[in-house]
């Protein structure tokens, strides 16, 4: 190795260096990361299950509360709880349980979405569980329209698109503008300052409305899905969430000087909430003192919505307070966003 290339290391070592931001997005956040997906995908995640039962639960028939699964060092526990139909099948939707059981001329029936993975693991390890203790029939597949996985997916996947198109289409348009100097000139001309920035966030509105039309159409052609409760209040959580997630947008490209500090402070408001927010999976999966945290993410609420509307026919006064929630953050990071926003 010659001494140019030395000396080119040396430059690119302390320019790597002099950014303390880049050093924690690329060393220290994918292990934080790293923790928080282990908490809810390694053995503890499955130390502790809700199976709701349809009907009375036989004391003779359901005793056993825990059981040892090969490679799992700590005891998996089911509680079992008497429901109704219509409240197992609600805590389905939510994807608070994958599968519950229920008694059919004296048989024990399961009842989940056979394509959801999660929904097949804890199928499995209540067989195991209950093994010969109670005679069950077939498997019944859940077909209750907002009970699918799918249903799950399509409202989370609607939310994380307003969240990537708000953050990334404004945030890092905004980073981008200040790099090239543009934002410079644009104070030179005759313009109001909160202008420039809201007419970034009536031109995203735009382009989230045609992505979730196609998203939305696709679902309905494709897989059946189908809105059961009110336009109006889906219509209002998504002007919300285009308000929340623009402010927030603005408040993250603030400051940034550069592309890398840029990705780095974005990646650090999406990928958490991407994980964390039940989009691709519940999060109730997570310990339950992370949940409560996890519910008050904009996301979440966002996402969780959404689901409302979709699979449980909710309508305004159901979503009122989530809206009311998303609206006063975009508010509030937008106000501080403007006060702190560097424009040269």
């Given amino acids: 190795m010659n001494n140019t290339i030395i000396e080119f290391l040396k430059v690119h070592f302390r320019a790597f260096i002099r950014e303390p931001g880049i050093i924690f997005w690329a060393v220290f956040f994918p292990v934080i990361m790293a923790w928080v997906l282990g908490l809810a995908f390694t053995e503890s995640s499955v130390s502790n299950n809700t199976v709701f039962v349809v009907g009375n639960i036989e004391k003779d028939t359901i005793t056993e509360r825990k059981f040892k699964v090969p490679g799992i060092s700590s005891e998996v ?3 079992f709880k008497s429901a109704t139909t219509s409240d197992a099948i609600l805590a389905m939707k939510r994807g608070q349980i994958q599968v519950y059981l229920a008694q059919e001329n004296g048989e024990y029936i399961y009842h989940y979405d056979p394509v959801n993975q999660e929904a097949l693991k804890s199928h499995l390890l209540l067989e195991k ?28 996947l609607i939310a994380l698109g307003i969240m990537n198109s708000c953050i990334w289409g404004i945030g ?13 000139r644009m ?15 009536v031109f995203r509105m735009f382009v989230c409305v045609v992505e979730s039309i196609i998203l939305i159409t696709f679902a309905m052609l494709t897989f059946q899905s189908q809105l059961q409760g009110s336009w109006l209040a889906f219509i209002m ?26 990705h780095g ?78 424009w040269y």
């Avoid at 519910?295 to 919505?305: C, E, K, S, V």
């Fill in 172 to 184: 890092y348009n905004l980073i981008e503008f200040r790099m090239k100097k543009l934002l410079r």
């Fill in 265 to 342: 402070l974005i990646n650090a408001v999406i990928l958490p909430m991407t994980i964390l927010s039940g989009i691709f999976f519940s999060y109730h999966n997570f310990p339950s003192i992370i949940q409560s945290i996890i519910r008050y993410l904009p996301l979440t609420i966002l996402a969780d919505g959404m689901r409302a509307v979709f699979n449980e026919g909710a309508g305004v006064s159901i979503v009122l307070f989530p809206v009311l929630l998303l609206c006063a953050v975009g508010m509030v990071c937008f106000l501080i966003g403007m006060k702190i926003f560097k």
């Fill in 129 to 156: 569980l209950l093994e010969g203790k109670k005679q069950f029939a077939e498997i019944k597949a859940v077909t209750t329209p907002g009970g699918r996985y799918i249903d799950f997916l399509i409202p989370g």
């Fill in 187 to 201: 104070l030179a001309t005759p313009m109001k300052r909160s202008d420039f920035l809201i007419s970034h966030f």
């Fill in 77 to 79: 526990w089911y509680n």
């Fill in 237 to 262: 959580l998504f002007i919300a969430g285009v308000v929340c997630f623009s402010g927030l947008a603005i408040l993250v490209a603030s400051k940034a000087q550069s592309s890398q500090v840029g």
